[in-house]
């Protein structure tokens, strides 16, 4: 799998761009702000049908413009695909896959598997559980669409069960029976995420570790444990939980049992990550944690999928660089994009890749 065009039409700071990439290793450089992960977000709409950076569809819109038009097309298992994905202020967002129109945005997750390694992902060392939960839920989505539903489908039940916990408060009155609905409705669902997460978690354990020492020495030892306030998840767990802590989500006017609450631990050496790590450090256990993500989701797919990797070898040392590299080289099979603001630094990276090589230079939302 791998895309083969993408064009841009009011995107950020794009006015139009045609971009023809190439099936391995894609170098976007140029100085700061010339528009390079703007490229990167472009890819993440076209598999993940929203930007990595803001949710807000509208930011994305060129100044003084009023809509934006990401098209792209892709090869995989020897077909070729396409996707637009349309924004109109006022209008919202359309997306076309290979010439028919999405009713659900969801439809499209999985089927053009990404992994994106941000600058911002130290957030998942030092940020609260919902940017892990993100993480997490995103990877599983992309090889289980029913694990998706499942998540759809339990927000809502939540929505509706704390819009109820809040009328309750506001007329003052109590309907237990209601209240027990979403129970019964959220219940399998948690209960399925739940088991999907901790399965999750078995498989990347392993995979994650073994990222984690390729980069650095042996001796550190990286650990990730899922914390949750369901432990056994069975039926009853579930309903004695939500039972004793009734009281307590009526006062608050909030759901304080269920998966939407979960959370993971990173440590080193059994010391929380945020706490033991240096910047470089923190940045090593990201890249393993997003790498790992990459390897479980190949192995989940049956083929690699796309690889961002924006601004990596940004404060990292010679060393972890030179294993970062050696990584990308010999594990990486699938197609990568990667920006840098130093085009010296990304031709010493692959200066002896066996892959196909392809620089891009930017400079002012123009390729040069
Ligand atoms: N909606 C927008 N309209 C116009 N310019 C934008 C918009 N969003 C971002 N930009 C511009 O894009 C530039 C940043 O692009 P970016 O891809 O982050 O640069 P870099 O090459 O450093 O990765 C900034 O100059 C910013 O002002
Ligand atoms: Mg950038």
Same mark, same amino acid.
């Given at each position: 799998?791998?895309? @083969?065009?993408?064009?841009?039409?009011?995107?950020?700071n794009? %006015?139009?761009?045609?971009?023809?990439?190439?099936?391995?290793? =894609?170098?976007?450089?140029?100085?700061?702000?010339? &528009?390079?992960?703007?490229?990167?977000?472009?890819?993440?709409?076209?598999?993940?049908?929203? &930007?990595f950076?803001?949710?807000?569809?509208?930011?994305?819109?060129?100044?003084?413009?009023?809509?934006?038009?990401?098209?792209g097309?892709? %090869?995989? $298992?020897?077909?070729?695909? *396409?996707?637009?994905?349309?924004?109109?202020? !006022?209008?919202?967002?359309k997306?076309?896959? *290979?010439?028919?129109?999405?009713?659900?945005?969801?439809?499209?997750?999985?089927?053009?598997?990404?992994? $994106?390694?941000?600058?911002?992902?130290?957030?998942?060392?030092?940020g609260?559980?919902?940017?892990?939960?993100?993480?997490?839920?995103? +990877?599983?989505s992309?090889? =289980?669409?029913?694990?998706?539903?499942?998540l759809?489908?339990?927000?809502?039940?939540l929505?509706?069960?704390?819009?109820?916990?809040?009328?309750?408060?506001? *007329?003052?009155?109590?309907?237990?029976?209601?209240?027990?609905?979403?129970?019964?409705?959220i219940?399998?669902?948690?209960?399925?995420?739940?088991?999907?997460?901790a =399965?999750?978690?078995?498989? #990347?354990?392993p995979?994650?570790?073994n990222?984690?020492?390729?980069?650095?020495?042996q001796?550190?030892?990286?650990?990730?444990? /899922?914390?949750?306030?369901?432990? %056994?998840?069975?039926?009853?767990?579930?309903?004695?939980?939500?039972?004793?802590?009734?009281m307590?989500?009526?006062? *608050?006017?909030?759901?304080?049992?269920?998966?939407?609450?979960?959370?993971?631990?990173?440590?080193?050496?059994?010391?929380?990550?945020?706490?033991? &790590?240096?910047?470089?450090? @923190?940045k090593?256990?990201?890249?393993?944690?997003?790498?790992? @993500? /990459?390897?479980?989701?190949?192995?989940?797919? !049956?083929?690699?999928?796309?690889? +961002? +990797?924006?601004?990596?070898?940004?404060?990292l040392?010679?060393?972890?660089l030179?294993?970062?590299?050696?990584?990308l080289?010999?594990?990486?099979?699938?197609?990568?994009f990667?920006?840098?603001?130093?085009?010296?630094?990304?031709? &010493?990276?692959?200066?002896?890749?066996?892959? %196909?090589?392809?620089? #891009?230079?930017?400079?002012?939302?123009?390729?040069?």
């Open positions: 799998m791998h895309i @083969q065009s993408l064009y841009l039409t009011f995107f950020r794009y %006015e139009a761009l045609q971009i023809d990439f190439v099936q391995g290793v =894609n170098c976007i450089t140029g100085k700061n702000g010339a &528009g390079k992960t703007n490229i990167l977000d472009a890819l993440h709409f076209l598999a993940m049908t929203r &930007g950076r803001s949710s807000q569809d509208k930011q994305a819109i060129k100044e003084a413009e009023s809509f934006f038009l990401i098209a097309a892709w %090869e995989k $298992a020897g077909d070729m695909h *396409n996707l637009q994905c349309n924004f109109m202020a !006022g209008k919202g967002k997306i076309v896959l *290979n010439g028919k129109p999405l009713e659900k945005f969801s439809e499209h997750i999985g089927n053009l598997p990404l992994v $994106a390694v941000l600058p911002s992902d130290t957030e998942l060392i030092n609260g559980g919902t940017v892990r939960r993100e993480f997490v839920d995103s +990877l599983i992309q090889y =289980n669409r029913i694990y998706l539903q499942q759809i489908l339990y927000k809502k039940c929505e509706q069960r704390n819009a109820l916990l809040k009328s309750f408060a506001e *007329n003052r009155y109590f309907d237990k029976e209601q209240l027990t609905l979403w129970n019964t409705q219940i399998p669902a948690g209960r399925y995420i739940w088991a999907e997460r =399965n999750f978690l078995k498989d #990347f354990l995979i994650f570790e990222y984690f020492h390729k980069i650095v020495s001796s550190e030892k990286p650990t990730i444990s /899922y914390e949750s306030k369901i432990k %056994e998840n069975t039926a009853q767990e579930w309903q004695s939980l939500l039972e004793e802590n009734e307590r989500d009526r006062v *608050n006017q909030n759901s304080s049992i269920g998966t939407h609450k979960d959370d993971w631990s990173f440590l080193i050496h059994d010391i929380s990550a945020k706490h033991y &790590g240096s910047q470089g450090q @923190q090593t256990f990201t890249i393993a944690l997003k790498l790992g @993500q /990459y390897d479980l989701l190949a192995q989940q797919k !049956g083929f690699p999928p796309l690889l +961002l +990797l924006d601004d990596i070898f940004d404060k040392d010679n060393y972890r030179e294993s970062i590299a050696d990584i080289d010999k594990h990486i099979e699938g197609q990568v990667i920006t840098d603001t130093s085009y010296e630094r990304l031709a &010493g990276v692959f200066a002896h890749s066996k892959r %196909e090589v392809k620089f #891009f230079e930017v400079e002012k939302g123009k390729i040069k």
